[in-house]
């Protein structure tokens, strides 16, 4: 069965440096987003993707945060400059449209020092 | 903003028991999703609902659309092992004019533990 893919599965980086977190969503999908779960609470919508531009985004996706789908297979969300508090579960999720469920990514953990 | 609330927050059964649990939300939602996650995992679909008062079965799990739309219940038949797991109930943030799965908003999930 297809499914969404996500690298890396752990991504240990110093508080204020860049990190870019990658998805492969099921490829006849047109719909992405991406959530977080920080440990121990639910998982947290951040953005929608959809015809390359953003769809919706949550508070949380402020100005630090951005997405960019840079080939017909790729989706990628970027942290400018981390804080602690980005610690978290990063999962990717697809769909085919608008209309049908999300498909998750088995997460990307990120670990801030 | 849109709340989903589950109940209960976990639960300790043994194996072969059956196991209730559910989801209630002051917003009226289109479409019910339950999820579970295993440690390590992303969440998982296991079934999804999309009109009132429908009742769903994914093997030995049968879950229900509320007929007020604002609350669903999943149920597990004859628990085993392999159940252990975060499951959360899901719904879709509705767009004017229709309903869309953009954002999806979760409950806080209830961890569900199954002794041999």
């Known amino acids: 069965e297809p499914e969404v893919t996500q690298t890396p599965s752990h991504q240990v980086t110093q508080m204020g440096q860049e990190v870019i977190l990658r998805c492969v969503p099921i490829?006849?999908?047109?719909?992405f987003y991406w959530y977080r779960q920080i440990l121990g609470q639910k998982v947290e919508f951040l953005v929608s993707f959809y015809n390359n531009e953003i769809s919706e985004k949550s508070e949380i996706f402020d100005d630090q945060f951005s997405v960019e789908r840079p080939d017909g297979s790729n989706f990628t969300l970027k942290i400018r400059s981390t804080k602690l508090e980005d610690s978290a579960m990063y999962f990717c999720?697809?769909?085919?449209?608008?209309?049908?469920?999300?498909?998750f990514g088995d997460g990307t953990r990120l670990s801030i020092l | 903003g849109q709340q989903l609330n589950q109940s209960p927050q976990s639960m300790f059964i043994q194996e072969g028991e059956d196991v209730s649990m559910n989801c209630t939300s002051s917003s009226i939602f289109n479409t019910w999703l339950w999820y579970k996650q295993e440690p390590g995992e992303g969440p998982v679909l296991l079934i999804a609902?999309?009109?009132?008062?429908e009742l769903t079965s994914n093997g030995r799990l049968t879950a229900q659309f509320g007929i007020t739309r604002k609350d669903s219940f999943l149920n597990i038949s004859a628990s085993i092992p392999s159940d252990v797991g975060i499951y959360f109930c899901?719904?879709?943030?509705?767009?004017?004019?229709?309903?869309?799965?953009?954002?999806?908003?979760f409950g806080q999930g209830t961890i569900l533990t199954v002794h041999p």
């Open positions: 899901a719904g879709p943030l509705n767009n004017a004019g229709g309903t869309s799965y953009g954002k999806l908003t």
């Open positions: 999720a697809s769909s085919d449209d608008g209309f049908q469920p999300q498909h």
């Open positions: 490829s006849n999908h047109l719909y």
């Open positions: 609902l999309y009109k009132a008062g």
